[in-house]
């Protein structure tokens, strides 16, 4: 089992088994490059979550190892979503992990050091690793996420190294699910879905593009679709 995979398998089996998660979907994601399928949608439910949603694409001849892992609090939760995404691109590693933020930062100080600040001497641990480079994605697309986002490529030892990162963050994102936050005054049903809609958007992140060039436009649209709603 590859790296990326491997780290993405331990960290799918402390949420399923911190939330005793039930799969309700798993479909396979096919391309015309492959007589076998490249990939796999599957939709994780249960606990005080509102799912997980895992991609995975594998394309060897494309030289593409690729895992991502998308846990979604409620609609009405104050509480950041979790995502990783690990993936292994021929010549290098590269990893994204964050704690999507359900609020205005700049205007909920409390919320702020509370779900957050516990995260800045992870973040600097992780940037000081040796074999780590900022990933190139743009303002735009960074004004989505948080500051805490670690986005980087990274040698393999780098890769290596940022399990334990990985690990304290999904930590803290589990306490925070179990304890809650501190409250907010904010439409948070409604500012979740238009960020997810740009957060999740082809115009926004061009990875959207080549997904739609490997799988078709029906099968990414699918795979974009559980990640919006």
């Known amino acids: 089992m590859s790296l990326p995979a491997a780290l993405s398998e331990r960290t799918l089996d402390t949420l399923i088994s911190s939330f005793e998660l039930r799969e309700s979907e798993d479909l396979a994601l096919t391309s015309p490059i492959s007589p076998d399928p490249v990939g796999r949608l599957r939709v994780l439910r249960g606990g005080p979550i509102d799912k997980v949603v895992t991609v995975d694409l594998v394309v060897p001849q494309l030289g593409l190892d690729s ?66 480079s900022q990933a190139a994605i743009g303002p735009r697309q960074r004004a989505m996420m948080s500051p ?38 904010a439409e948070l049903a409604a500012r979740d879905l238009a960020n997810r809609a740009n957060l999740f958007s082809p115009e926004v992140d061009p990875v959207w593009a080549r997904v739609s060039a490997l799988l078709g436009a029906e099968q990414a649209e699918r795979v974009r679709g559980e990640l919006v709603s």
């Open 148 to 185: 805490w986002m670690v986005v980087c490529r990274a040698s393999e030892d780098a890769f290596r190294a940022l399990d334990g990162t990985v690990e304290r963050y999904l930590d803290h994102w589990l306490s925070l699910v179990h304890k809650g936050v501190p409250d907010v005054v």
């Open 67 to 132: 895992h991502m892992i998308f846990a979604f609090t409620e609609s009405d939760s104050a509480v950041p979503h979790f995502t990783l995404d690990s993936v292994h691109g021929g010549e290098y590693f590269a990893m994204h992990l964050d704690l999507i933020p359900r609020v205005d930062l700049a205007v909920n100080l409390e919320y702020l050091d509370e779900v957050f600040a516990p995260l800045s001497p992870l973040l600097d641990q992780a940037w000081d690793i040796d074999g780590m």
